[in-house]
């Protein structure tokens, strides 16, 4: 395999989170996303994804074309491997929208807490402010496209959080 690791990458790049989120996907805990539990996600996120996106995705990310979308090639999606560094951007502007529920262009911990709930993650609101507070970068409380896309850059080292 290609190391493509000194270029910035816009993508989840912790193993833990990945699993993380693949596991969140992976509703029936087989290993695997099926286009069905991709869809599944996307609408308890609030997103009227049509057929042919989840096609789209599918296709991207089903590298082995089996119909499934398996954890090497989740991670290899998250980690870039695709190399499209508009594409990149355009996921995580997708990503971003999708916690903006108000679409003001800033997540607050409220969203955030809405976004994970809806998710099954169990956390309380406070848990949210200091997620925000430890990627909130100009202290306003709320998470700028910027910071979002900061956050997911650096998710593979906490150098960068500060307090």
């Known amino acids: 395999m290609a190391t493509e690791t000194n270029k910035p990458s816009v993508y989840l790049t912790n193993i833990d989170e990945v699993k993380k989120v693949f596991s969140r996907f992976d509703a029936n805990g087989d290993g695997?996303?099926?286009?069905?539990?991709?869809?599944?996600?996307?609408?308890a996120l609030g997103s009227n994804i049509s057929?042919?996106?989840?096609?789209?995705?599918?296709?991207t990310i089903d590298t082995d074309c089996d119909g499934f979308i398996n954890l090497e090639e989740f991670a290899g999606f998250c980690k870039g491997n695709a190399g499209e560094q508009d594409g990149g951007i355009k996921e995580l502007e997708e990503a971003f929208e999708l916690y903006d529920l108000n679409k003001n262009g800033l997540i607050s911990s409220t969203e955030l807490h809405q976004i994970l709930t809806r998710l099954g993650e169990r956390c309380m609101v406070d848990d949210c402010v200091m997620?925000?507070?430890?990627?909130?970068?100009?202290?306003?409380?709320?998470?700028?496209?910027?910071?979002?896309?900061?956050?997911?850059?650096?998710?593979?080292?906490?150098?960068?959080?500060?307090?």
Do not use: H, R, W
Not at 51 to 59: I, L, N, P, R, Y
Not at 134 to 156: C, H
């Open 32 to 43: 695997k996303i099926s286009a069905e539990e991709l869809v599944d996600v996307m609408k």
């Open 51 to 59: 057929a042919e996106e989840v096609q789209k995705t599918m296709t």
């Open 131 to 163: 997620m925000i507070k430890s990627v909130d970068s100009d202290g306003d409380g709320f998470v700028d496209f910027e910071e979002f896309k900061k956050m997911m850059s650096n998710n593979s080292s906490n150098g960068d959080a500060g307090p």
